[in-house]
């Protein structure tokens, strides 16, 4: 997946179902994501555009689940 990063580096976890879904209403090749830090929402859009926008909260994950992902 290519993708144009801006900004700080990030760690986040989602539900996995939630962002799916996200993905598939956008119907589009290209997503904007916009995260606000890694305890509040994600803003998906269609870069551009403003007629859809879809928010999805972040899972808060213990210390030990957090350092159990790699990357």
């Known amino acids: 997946m290519a993708a144009d990063i801006d900004g700080e580096p990030l760690r986040v976890a989602f539900n996995i179902s939630f962002l799916l879904e996200g993905i598939k209403a956008l119907r589009d090749d290209v997503i904007e994501l916009s995260f606000n830090g890694s305890h509040g929402q994600m803003r998906m859009s269609r870069p ?24």
């Open 48 to 71: 551009g555009e403003e007629s859809f926008l879809y928010v999805l909260m972040p899972i808060t994950l213990s210390e030990e689940e957090s350092d159990a992902i790699d990357l």
